[in-house]
């Protein structure tokens, strides 16, 4: 009966946290053990009762900030310094800014919103097709949870309890696995299609980019190097990259007006409640699932149908690939966490970092595969292409990336080899 409300609501489109909270209060009436309902509110606040989680509402105003202070166009300026006149110019140009900002956002979603508005509209008057430009940005998009900073890490790392910034710098190697294979498509796609060549810059224009941007760039290098560093958390490394991208914004491009930032804290309010809602209930849901012992009962299953390792993973990324299509990426993260790792630990040894980015990198898919792929949707609403005409041009993406899977579950050492 459980599962069959958890579908029906799911399906009639009830928000996932209320989904999450009501199943287990049902699960709670139907077993007949109502002294449960006692440790309900208990689990429901203890599920926010984490510092970690601040990392998260500060991560979503570093890059409200960064979109306000002007921050974005000067990494795509940046970026633009690294090419010459060669081929599909801007296209390469994108997936540089995406790296680059992906060290500040954290959130595909945040990013492709803020990226199909700045690289689309010109990549179109420069001759690229609407829809591969589209594309383009939107698997751009796809590294933002994963080089570091990362939402879906903040969440993993608190789910299984184990070093937040430790699987940030676990998901460095992958990420720029991801980038270069991006890379690749384009250069390889350049042989089927004219795309115009880039602008060639001269010296004079790469030295005002470079200069330009070094206030920006500022903000990734104190958040990524104070982690690695060992001198902030990443909440704290959050909270200092707001701080600079506020003396970045206001003083050193003076683009970032203070009378707009009512709206724009609402907004980082209204969207970090909908997320922390999500994980209050998803840890309610979650001691359900322990309490029921379904991942031992997972375990069994699983160990009857292999014994090793990689073709365990092989089979979650099947299963994620089919999850990450109808639920969204952080709660599909919240849901299973509880149910997989212990059944990876304890059965067949696999690193909970190692875990952890392939499962973020999985998930990341769902943004940009129907039906619910909210990132998708985003760069269609932003740039008005229809979301199959993206599809085509972004399936060699979407590829790579899943090669990229393949290749960390075969090789973890990519994953582990900075993690002490």
């Given amino acids: 009966m459980v599962i069959g409300l958890f579908v029906v609501l799911l399906f009639i489109g009830v928000p996932i946290a209320l989904v999450l909270a009501v199943s287990a209060m049902v699960y709670i009436q139907s077993s007949g053990n109502s002294v449960l309902f006692l440790s309900y509110p208990q689990q429901f606040f203890g599920g926010l009762d984490n510092y970690g989680l601040l990392a998260i509402p500060l991560f979503m105003l570093v890059g409200e900030l960064m979109n306000e202070g002007g921050i974005t166009k000067r990494l795509v300026a940046f970026a633009s310094v690294f090419l010459g006149s060669v081929k599909g110019g801007l ?14 956002v954290g959130s595909a979603n945040a990013q492709v919103a803020v990226m199909a508005q700045v690289m689309v509209p010109e990549m179109h008057q420069k001759g690229y097709d609407r829809n591969f ?5 939107a698997a751009g998009a796809l590294l933002a949870p994963v080089i570091p900073p990362s939402m879906l890490f903040v969440i993993f790392g608190v789910l299984a309890q184990i070093s937040i910034g430790d699987l940030f710098i676990a998901g460095v190697i992958p990420g720029l696995l991801m980038a270069a294979g991006f890379i690749l498509v384009i250069a390889l796609l350049g042989f089927f299609y004219q795309y115009p060549p880039s602008e060639r810059l001269s010296h004079a224009q790469k030295l005002r980019n470079v200069v330009g941007s070094l206030p920006s760039l500022s903000v990734p290098v104190v958040m990524i190097g104070s982690i690695i560093g060992g001198i902030a958390t990443p909440t704290e490394a959050a909270a200092v990259g707001a701080a600079m991208a506020v003396l970045v914004g206001r003083f050193a491009h003076g683009e970032m007006k203070f009378e707009r930032m009512g709206d724009m804290l609402l907004r980082v309010g209204i969207n970090s409640g ?4 999500l994980v209050a209930a998803a840890a309610v849901f979650g001691w359900v699932i322990v309490y029921e012992q379904i991942p031992q009962q997972l375990g069994t299953i ?10 365990y993973m092989l089979l979650l990324i099947a299963l994620l690939l089919v999850v990450g299509m109808v639920i969204d990426g952080i709660a599909a993260l919240i849901l299973l966490v509880p149910i997989v790792l212990p059944v990876a630990e304890s059965v067949y040894g696999i690193n909970a970092y190692h875990l952890g980015v392939v499962m973020c990198i999985n998930l990341t898919l769902g943004l940009l595969t129907p039906p619910v792929g909210a990132a998708l949707y985003v760069a269609s609403r932003v740039t008005g292409c229809r979301p199959g005409e993206i599809m085509r041009p972004l399936l060699p993406f979407l ?22």
Avoid: E, K, R
Avoid at 91 to 104: K, T, V
């Fill in 133 to 137: 430009a589209t594309a383009t940005t």
């Fill in 399 to 420: 590829l790579v990336t899943l090669l990229v899977m393949v290749l960390i579950s075969w090789q973890p050492g990519l994953v582990t080899a900075f993690i002490s």
């Fill in 302 to 311: 699983m160990q009857s149908m292999t014994s090793n390792p990689f073709v």
């Fill in 91 to 104: 296209a390469y140009i994108n997936i540089l800014a995406n790296m680059m900002l992906a060290s500040i």
């Fill in 274 to 277: 909908v997320v922390l809602a």
